[in-house]
């Protein structure tokens, strides 16, 4: 039996085949993490990535306080990786550190905070300017109070979660959040613990991008 996690994209995975690890390694290989707590700081003009794009309300959740920009692509393409990447960045001068989500077309979008739209004095339907660039530093990404629990009842597991890399920690979160099905994120904790327990350091080939897996999207504006 295969468990989900290893080998071949399917479903945003790999299923495991030996001879189709080096194909998946290779469609995913552009892939990389990011998370961040670090203190924004406007950019340095070397490096910057500068574009302009609306500033948009979700339609779900209904009574969300956040808005969002997306990414032009030939923007994203200067980016490091088309998976999620922190950036420092500004909007309309004001200075941000923030989490670039993958769009799941090769694209990335922003989740602008109402803190962050309110000082720059923007409101939704706006066009606002931004300038943006790859953080240094990808510090620990929130552990889902679920899975938080599940390690803390698997011994071998979490100590295996505590000496991976937050890079390694972010790709079985998202593995576990992405499920569409409360059955499906509940079998994919249990299995990471499993696998963790047994020394598996990286949940194998999981589409970050969305690219292949259709499992990560952006969100769609109101109508």
């Known amino acids: 039996m295969v468990r989900e996690g290893e080998a071949v994209v399917k479903s945003g995975l790999c299923i495991a085949r030996p001879r189709a690890v080096h194909a998946c390694h290779a469609r995913l290989a552009h892939d990389s993490d990011a998370a961040l ?33 997306m990414v032009p692509e030939a923007s994203s393409r200067k980016l490091p990786t088309r998976a999620s990447t922190a950036v420092d960045g500004a909007l309309d001068g004001h200075p941000f550190t923030a989490i670039l989500e993958p769009d799941g077309a090769g694209a990335h979008w922003l989740k602008v905070p109402a803190a962050l739209r309110e ?56 593995w576990i959040t992405t499920a569409k099905q409360a059955t499906t994120r509940s079998r994919r904790i249990g299995n990471a613990c499993d696998m963790l327990a047994g020394g598996k350091r990286r949940v194998c080939c999981f589409d970050r991008t969305g690219i292949y897996g259709g499992n990560i999207r952006a969100p769609v504006p109101a109508g």
Do not use: N
């Not at 203190?39 to 956040?66: M, N, Y």
């Not at 706006?126 to 660039?133: N, Y």
């Not at 938080?148 to 295996?160: F, M, N, V």
């Open 37 to 69: 707590k670090e203190e924004p700081r406007v950019p340095d003009a070397k490096g910057s990535i500068r574009f302009t794009a609306r500033l948009h309300r979700p339609a779900e959740p209904k009574r969300a306080t956040w808005t969002f920009v």
């Open 119 to 174: 000082a720059a004095g923007v409101s939704e339907g706006d066009t606002v300017s931004l300038d943006i660039r790859p953080a240094a530093k990808q510090p620990e990404p929130r552990v889902p109070a679920d899975l938080r629990q599940a390690l803390q009842a698997a011994p071998d597991a979490l100590a295996t979660w505590k000496d991976i890399t937050p890079a390694a920690r972010r790709d079985w979160i998202l």
